[in-house]
């Protein structure tokens, strides 16, 4: 049970770093073009997706939307919100 367990992560984990590169500008990737990225991912599970995550991936990029966390606040940190009440 503990392999297969193993084994669905890796394919988790693979699959992830997969479409994140899919995901991700062509303009923004670092260091490889995307194919690479890919492949590189794939083939070499998990060393590939690491990589990717350390050196591939753009810098700032938190969750989907590839921002730098400067997104939407709570209203308890939005100073135009606290302005207003």
């Known amino acids: 049970m503990l392999r297969i367990l193993a084994v669905v992560a890796l394919l988790a984990f693979t ?4 479409v994140d590169v899919a995901r991700t500008d062509r303009e923004q990737v670092r260091h490889l073009p995307k194919l690479a990225w890919v492949t590189l991912a794939v083939l ?3 060393a590939g997706g690491i990589a990717w995550l350390v050196a591939g991936r753009p810098r700032g990029q938190v969750g989907r939307g590839g921002g730098t966390g ?3 606040r709570g209203p308890d940190d939005d100073p135009d919100f606290l302005r207003g009440i």
């Open 15 to 18: 699959v992830y770093c997969v």
């Open 44 to 46: 070499f599970t998990p």
């Open 70 to 72: 400067r997104g939407p």
